[in-house]
């Protein structure tokens, strides 16, 4: 606060001086500049119609959030050493040069959070809260009381065996874990969208490859965050035996669901866009993740199941080889009537839905001889099973319907017959009691 004091009573004398409005013209440049960068490389992005996606747009992108600051830095930094070398008032300057390297960092971690995250009311608040400890530190920086608060927090710490842990260290180790772990995933992000636009790498690669990067990264932060802060990787020993005792008597299911995702991935067996029926669940598979596979079926519905459940259970494909499928539409009619004609008139009906295909060609098969009728079959085949069978079969139903009403063959009811080998039993004598 005494320094604060001092800055405003030296503001406070200086502006009766002419070098005070020196200061004021060096930073008004430092913003005119700045401001006439910054519109230069809007206009130049307008220009080059810069997509929102590669690597040139992200640099792009970083540098034009960061460039209104750091070219008042530019300007405001040299300015400040030539007036201190002719023993010129900075008062200004020392108070503007903080608050637009405040400014510049606040900009790039917003940004990366961004890239690294989706956009929600948490992320939202977590950005108003980095900009308000920002700000704190920049406000405790002018009043000169930042070296004092972090001399108490290394003051304040614990000895664990041979290492001392500080709360300034525990702090900088979670500052460093956030930042790590941050540019780790918006990097496994950044490889992920890239590996996905490449033609050359079949879906379950890129969905493997997009997982390993992002676990191989995730471990390297965390552990460039422990090197960073001083903490020696040998003692992690004693973390990993614990992690392997909880491996095997607690999480030895998420370990199984993880590796079997994995397993997954590398055999292709279950790719995205895959149409599968797990049990009674039917739908095609919209994500692979580390612990479960998200498939939506007809109703839009998404169910969660275990990577583990597709490993030890049985699982139809319905587009492993092939995503072509056959449909068997069965009908009986009445022996009285001509299953020719009718076996013809069903090969008609196959041309009444646009989504069935013409090779191979739609078949009919008189199947069996059945107890109330003649069963025959059509078989049709079709490409696009994940729109599901029942618009295909209403349609070809209604259609064997009409055509059948039209040259009147008839769709037998089930019939059973009836046979009494001998006459009625007789009736019982009826005592005198009942008379």
């Known amino acids: 606060m005494e320094k604060l004091n001092e800055i405003g009573r030296s503001v406070l004398t200086s ?11 060096a930073l008004a440049t430092a913003l005119l500049l700045a401001s006439l960068a910054n519109q230069r490389l809007q206009a130049l992005l307008e220009k080059q119609h810069v997509l929102d996606t590669g690597l040139r747009h ?19 930094i040299p300015a400040k050493i030539v007036f201190e070398m002719n023993t010129l008032p900075v008062q200004i ?72 842990i500080s709360v300034l260290a525990v702090l900088k180790l979670i500052l460093m874990i956030a930042l790590a772990f941050t540019l780790a995933i918006w990097l496994a992000e ?66 199984s669901n993880f590796i079997s995702g994995f397993i997954l991935v590398f055999d292709r067996s279950i ?26 079926n007809r109703e839009g519905v998404d169910t969660l199941i275990p990577n583990e459940n597709l490993i030890t259970s049985e699982v139809i494909n319905w587009s492993y080889a092939d ?19 009718a076996l013809a008139l069903m090969l008609d009906c196959a041309k009444v839905s646009p989504r069935i295909l013409t090779e191979p060609p739609p078949t009919v098969r008189l199947m069996e001889f059945a107890d109330s009728g003649i069963e025959l079959q059509l078989r049709v085949w079709i490409a696009d099973m994940e729109k599901g069978t029942g618009e295909i079969r209403s349609d070809i139903n209604l259609a064997i319907w009409r055509a059948f009403k039209a040259n009147k063959i008839t769709i037998p009811y089930p019939q059973r017959d009836l046979h009494i080998k001998s006459g009625w039993p007789p009736a019982p004598p009826i005592t005198a009691k009942e008379e």
């Open 15 to 25: 502006v009766q001086q002419f070098d005070f409005w020196w200061q004021l013209l």
């Open 58 to 76: 992200l640099a792009v992108r970083s540098i034009q959030r960061l460039l209104w600051p750091l070219t008042a830095l530019a300007v405001l």
């Open 93 to 164: 300057l020392e108070v503007a040069v903080p608050v637009l390297v405040a400014l510049a960092v606040i900009r790039l971690v917003v940004y990366i959070l961004r890239k690294a995250f989706n956009v929600s009311p948490l992320l939202k608040s977590s950005e108003n809260a980095l900009a308000g400890i920002i700000w704190f530190g920049v406000l405790l920086h002018l009043a000169g009381w930042l070296p004092g608060i972090l001399a108490v927090l290394e003051s304040l710490a614990m000895t664990v065996g041979e290492t001392r």
């Open 190 to 255: 950044f490889i992920s969208r890239r590996v996905q636009r490449s033609a050359h790498i079949s879906p379950s690669m890129q969905v493997g490859f997009a997982k390993f990067s992002k676990f191989l990264l995730i471990t390297i932060a965390f552990l460039v965050a422990l090197n960073a802060v001083g903490i020696n990787l040998s003692s992690l020993a004693v973390f990993g035996g614990a992690l392997g005792v909880g491996l095997g008597f607690g999480l030895q299911r998420i370990a």
């Open 271 to 296: 790719k995205p866009g895959d149409i599968i029926t797990v049990g009674d669940k039917f739908g095609w598979v919209e994500q692979l993740n580390a612990r479960y596979v998200v498939v939506r």
């Open 323 to 341: 995503t072509n499928v056959r449909l068997i539409i069965k009908v009986q009619i009445s022996y009285d009537d001509d299953p020719e004609q």
